[in-house]
């Protein structure tokens, strides 16, 4: 290998196919056809109660299984004769009115386990039951983007989430934009903080590689704290936005990024005790939020350009418990939203009353065919070698 005459992107593809022992297989290598589409993953940590969301008013067991959690007919945001959402969710009801909101029903998987971390994971790479080591954005940021753009892959949160995770991008994570920096001792802070423009490190690969992640790293956060800083915006994104403010200031200054990962933080679904309050203020946070989310998009004019998916790792118990609340449960739904989405339900309610040992309702949708949608149908990339197998898509996307 040249190292003289060897271009900088070049040589860190090379480098980090030497540093993993891998390559990407060619049915991955495919650019979506349209390079400006962007996804925005946001997850719902803790397990949403899907059945207190969007809730089945019209099935009976509902009532029988939660008669005091269950919410009455006359106070749910309706939006057919079968379904209404929470009252607080007010921006889920227009969206789903206008047309721009999918429900995928029953999504989950074989033998779910009830644990946060471990289904979590299930969620977070795409493989039940698997041991796969590396996210499924992750995997789909390797595919459509094998020349490795800088900050092609971003989460927004306290840590990175296994769902970014990557054989090959190295995704961006932070948390507040205006202290987001590559971290240091006092001492070292000259050095870090230098910018050593030209420089090579000729015949020294390990020395080049460094200042290689370093330049990175300081170029990505001037970007990202420049992009939050010439942010403004008329749109109210509510009490709690889940970091979509942050998600819009990075696609209005047109940054690289096609797939953000951010989420609600702390597990706060996770309502074992005292529900209802609590669980409507959360609803309404997270519908107003993404609701401002996409008003923002139509304003910049990214509409057309973005989706948005909302998940939470399993979903809740069909019956109420003794403390007024819920416990953890299986299948949930996943709502696809954004202009560009054909708006509707698609797959099955799970039974009510056809219910697993645990009193837990079956899954009736992979949640892997959701992935397959994004990853084909929008994304524009090849699912079946990235889920290591063949999941039907959902015609969610014209």
């Known amino acids: 290998m ?5 271009h900088r ?5 090379a480098l980090a196919s030497m540093c993993l022992g891998a390559t990407l297989p060619l049915g991955q290598q495919a650019l979506a056809a349209d390079s400006q589409r962007i996804l925005v993953v946001v997850e719902l940590t803790g397990a949403n109660d899907g059945f207190n969301t969007l809730v089945p008013y019209a099935d009976d067991a509902y009532y029988r299984l939660r008669p005091k959690l269950g919410i009455r007919a006359g106070k749910l945001r309706k939006i057919d004769d079968s379904h209404g959402f929470n009252p607080g969710m007010a921006g889920f009801e227009r969206l789903f009115k206008d047309g721009q909101m999918a429900v995928v029903h029953g999504c989950g998987y074989d033998n779910p386990s009830y644990s946060h971390f471990t289904s979590a994971a299930y969620w977070h790479t795409g493989t039940p039951n698997g041991g796969e080591p590396y996210g499924w954005l992750g995997r789909l940021a390797d595919a459509i983007d094998p020349e490795l753009t800088p900050n092609f892959l971003m989460n927004i949160d306290e840590r990175q989430s296994l769902a970014v995770r990557a054989a090959k991008h190295v995704p961006v994570v932070f948390d507040d934009p205006e ?4 971290k240091g001792l006092f001492q070292s802070r000259p050095l870090i903080d230098k ?3 030209g420089f090579e490190a000729k015949g020294n690969v390990s020395q080049q590689f460094l200042e290689d992640v370093a330049q990175s790293a300081r170029q990505a956060s001037e970007q990202v704290r420049a992009a939050w800083h010439n942010y403004k915006t008329p749109v109210d994104y509510g009490i709690l936005s889940m970091d979509l403010p942050k998600v819009a200031a990075m696609i209005n200054a047109k940054l690289p990024t096609r797939i953000y990962h951010t989420a609600y933080r702390h597990n706060a679904f996770d309502t074992h005790v005292h529900q209802a309050e609590q669980h409507q ?3 309404t946070y997270v519908s107003d939020g993404v609701s401002g989310f996409m008003q923002d998009m139509k304003r910049i004019g990214r509409d057309k350009d973005v989706t948005v998916m909302v998940y939470s790792e399993f979903g809740r118990r069909a019956a109420e418990n003794t403390s007024l609340g819920t416990d953890h449960g299986t299948a949930n739904h996943v709502y696809l939203i954004g202009q560009p989405v054909k708006g509707g339900h698609y797959g099955q309610a799970p039974s009510l009353t056809n219910l697993n040992a645990d009193g ?3 899954h009736t949708t992979d949640f892997r065919r959701v992935y397959a949608t994004v990853m084909e149908k929008w994304m524009g990339a090849n699912s079946q070698t990235l889920l290591n197998g063949k999941f039907d898509t959902l015609p969610v996307f014209a």
Do not use: A, E, I
Request: charged fraction near 25%; aromatic fraction near 8%; avoid cysteine.
């Open 2 to 6: 040249n190292h003289d005459t060897l």
């Open 9 to 13: 992107r070049q040589f860190l593809q």
């Open 179 to 182: 202290r987001f920096g590559r």
């Open 195 to 197: 910018d050593l423009g």
């Open 281 to 283: 203020r959360l609803l």
């Open 360 to 362: 837990n309702v079956l």
